[in-house]
């Protein structure tokens, strides 16, 4: 069975630093992968996506994969209390239906 | 450029009665996919459909939900003789790509059931 993990935290951080957020999976084969964020009573929105190791970046948000160590996390700069919220990982194997972690809650405190 | 759509975003049903939920995807998307969320909890996917055709319906239970995508119109999920642990978060997602290569499912904003 497909498993993706996140740790449900929350994870608090004070205004202007970086979080970092983690997400492993379990399918050596999964080749796509998503962040989304979803904040209190609304959807789910996507805010990046991944598809080969290493880094790519899009303003303060950076996503980072090891399929090697079946990894892959968020890192957001200079954090700011409208970046709390819930962020989502999914994975997903070519045409298979992308699985989702439980999410791991965000809190930017002034 | 609208977004995926969905009604009602909130429903009141009593246990027993019938809740039908509606999504219509992005235009130029034909890929309609179904999840629900509890509180506390991720999205757990339920039906995946195309056009007019049911391609994985492995996270739906096999009594009481039904989906469908006619040709014309939104695509619906229907819950029969609705019980109080069906309350949930109903979120309809859309992709232009079913599968293949990359593609990206976007959120429509949710039905949020409630059974009385």
């Known amino acids: 069975q497909k498993e993706v993990e996140q740790n449900s935290g929350p994870l608090s951080v004070p205004e202007g630093a970086i979080a970092s957020l983690n997400c492993t999976y379990s399918?050596?084969?999964?080749?796509?992968f998503f962040w989304y964020r979803q904040y209190s009573g609304k959807s789910p929105e996507l805010i990046m996506s991944?598809?080969?190791?290493g880094d790519k970046e899009d303003g303060r948000f950076t996503a980072q994969l090891n399929k090697a160590s079946q990894y892959v996390s968020l890192l957001i700069r200079d954090s700011q209390p409208s970046d709390s919220a819930t962020y989502l990982c999914?994975?997903?194997?070519?045409?298979?239906?992308?699985?989702f972690g439980r999410g791991t809650s965000l809190i930017v405190h002034p | 450029n609208a977004g995926v759509m969905q009604n009602p975003r909130h429903l009141v049903r009593r246990r027993g009665q019938e809740a039908r939920l509606r999504c219509s995807p992005m235009?130029?998307?034909?890929?309609v996919y179904w999840y629900r969320q509890l509180p506390e909890e991720g999205l757990k996917f339920m039906v995946y459909l195309q056009k007019e055709n049911i391609i994985d319906e492995s996270g739906m239970p096999k009594e009481r939900f039904s989906a469908e995508f006619p040709k014309e119109g939104p695509s619906i999920l229907r819950i029969q003789q609705v019980v109080r642990g069906d309350s949930a978060a109903y979120f309809c997602a859309s992709s232009p790509d079913g599968g293949g290569g990359p593609d990206t499912q976007y959120f429509g904003p949710g039905t949020r059931l409630t059974v009385l």
């Open positions: 991944i598809y080969s190791n």
């Open positions: 399918d050596r084969g999964s080749q796509s």
């Open positions: 999914a994975v997903k194997e070519g045409s298979y239906i992308p699985t």
């Open positions: 235009k130029g998307h034909s890929h």
